[in-house]
Nanobody, 116 residues
């Protein structure tokens, strides 16, 4: 079973920034695209951003231009830099393996709350 550990969430004011991190094992990380997903209150889980094993990325329309996904292959970690946060970004954020769709098990996620 793939172990994924999300971190970096918290409470931030509208317009603020956060950086999420997700670490996993080396063999899993190096052979898979990685993605960030989120589930807001009363909503279904949705894709936020994915990054391939190379440098290709895809973003949800709602976050394009504000969020940036990146990966550090030396640290087996994928990041999500979130800028200009809005209250509607409030959600539990999860990472998972996969480029086209999530392929691993879901972890506990990290809570992001955007509120004044």
């Amino acid at each position: 079973q793939v172990q994924l550990a999300e971190s970096g969430g918290g409470l931030v004011q509208p317009g603020g920034s956060l950086r999420l991190s997700c670490a996993t094992s080396g063999s899993i990380f190096s052979n898979n695209g990685m993605g960030w997903y989120r589930q807001g209150p009363g909503k279904q889980r949705e894709l936020v951003a994915v990054i391939s094993t190379g440098v290709s990325t895809r973003y949800a329309n709602s976050v394009r231009g504000r969020f940036t996904i990146s990966r550090d292959n030396a640290k087996n970690t994928v990041y999500l830099q979130m800028n200009s946060l809005k209250p509607e970004d409030t959600a539990i954020y999860y990472c998972n393996t996969g480029w086209t769709y999530p392929t691993g098990s879901w972890g506990q996620g990290t809570q992001v709350t955007v509120s004044s």
